[in-house]
Structure formats: C-alpha cells, structure tokens
C-alpha cells in the first residue's frame, strides 16, 4: 500500500505536494468515496478518479544493463554525452538507473521508477553488496589487499570492510587483476580505493549488482527483471 499522494504523483497527475492540495480540495475520490485526509493508503485494485477521470497507476519496470563504456548514468547530460536511458528507447516507462557507474567503467547497472526500492538499494544500512573487477597498474601486495578489506580512509571518511582478492598478474604488462566487493556507493569509490594504496585503476567493470549477474549481456544489452529477481530485491532491503 502506497500514500495516496504518492500514487497520484508517480502517476504524473501533480508533484506530491500539489497533489496533497488536489486532495484537499476534494477532487480525488478512492472506490467512489471523497478523500480529503492526507495519510490515506491506497491498494493497487482501489479505483482511484481525479475529478472524475480514473487515475492511470504507473507501471513498475526493473531493468538489468551491461553499461557500456561512453556513456553517463544519467537521464539527461548537459555535456551531450550518450546516457544509459538513450539506449532503453523500447520502454514506454521513464525509468532512472539506480546508483552509477562512471563515464568509463563498465558492467551491472539497475534501472527503475520504483524509487522507494532503489532509495533501499542504495542506503548503506542495507549492505548491498556490489563487485567489481578492476586491472590496476603494478603486481598488487597482500598487505594492500588486507587494507581494502579493513577500510581506507578517503575524503575524510573510513570505507566499510571490503572483500577484495588478486585473479591475475601480468608480468609483461606489469597490471593486476583485483576483484573487490563493497556495498557502499561513494563517489569514485572503487577507483580511489586502489589509488589509495598504490594501484591505479586503469580498467572497471561492475560484474555483479548483488546477485544480478551481467555475464550473458555484451555491452549497451539489457533485459527486464524477472518477477523472482524483483521480490529477490525486496527481501534483500526487508520489504
């Protein structure tokens, strides 16, 4: 169940606020009754009419991409940048992604207009983990393993413990492949992480959003969720 207002503005009719003073003003009936009080939940069968006209409920769309590398996790860039929701012109929904990714880094990425959900997903509180595959400049150490999984201090502020292991070192190139898992989201957090202890990211690749995998998606595919996977989201922030 969802405040009336809610549904009201995620259904296009007003902003939240305006549509608390549609409300007030009497022009919404729910089920054939006037409402007129502002913390009145709605089901999803209630018929809700704004001055007469059945109100049209959004439809809740959940997408998995595999971002490819060039484009901005944005909805609109003012720099003219390709975006991520360039690439969904098949949705009738206007959907948002969920988190970003940088400009060059690759891999999972969820889109939605459920926003209560993606609010959820992206609090820390709710430790959803995230992992990355980065191929960083240098053969990286166990001691700098060990401080990405204890927390680094950047920006002022101490990183939550991390999982973090080396798949592979080129001797020829000289570069590491690192794997890390976080569940926080700060900002150019996984870069600044490496850089901290003596690694620059010279390739990043989100290959897992919890347990969305993008494994069978090449870069720019996407696919909608399955209603599994979605309640799978749900349960994973207590919902």
């Known amino acids: 169940m969802d405040r009336l207002q809610k ?12 549509s608390e003073d549609i409300i007030k003003q009497g022009r919404v009936t729910v089920n054939g009754q006037v409402v007129t009080d502002m913390g009145v939940q709605v089901k999803k069968d209630d018929l809700v009419k704004v001055d007469g006209i059945p109100l049209e409920r959004e439809v809740l769309v959940y997408v998995l991409m ?11 860039d003012p720099k003219g940048r390709p975006t991520v929701v360039d690439l969904l012109q ?17 891999g999972a990425l969820l889109l939605t207009n459920d926003g209560d959900l993606a609010n959820k997903l992206m609090h820390p509180r709710y430790e959803f983990e995230k ?16 401080q990405l999984e204890q927390g680094l201090v950047i920006d002022g502020e101490k990183t939550a413990p991390a999982k973090a292991k080396l798949i592979e ?18 900002n150019h957090q996984v870069k600044k992480m490496l850089d901290r202890v003596g690694h620059p990211v010279v390739k990043l690749t989100r290959l897992a959003y919890g347990f969305l995998r993008v494994d069978d998606l090449d870069g720019g595919q996407w696919r909608e969720l399955k209603n599994a996977e979605v309640r799978k989201l749900y349960q994973a922030v207590g919902k």
């Open 90 to 106: 098949d949705l009738d929904q206007r959907i948002y992604p969920v988190g970003r990714l940088d400009y060059d880094t690759t």
């Open 169 to 186: 070192y080129d001797q020829a190139s000289d570069k590491s492949m690192v794997e890390l898992r976080i569940h926080e989201g700060k």
């Open 66 to 76: 595999n971002k490819p590398k060039g484009t901005v996790s944005t909805v609109d």
């Open 7 to 18: 549904v009201m503005a995620h259904a296009g009719v007003a902003s939240r606020r305006k």
């Open 131 to 146: 992992t990355y595959r980065a191929k960083v400049k240098g053969l990286i150490s166990q001691s700098s393993l060990a």
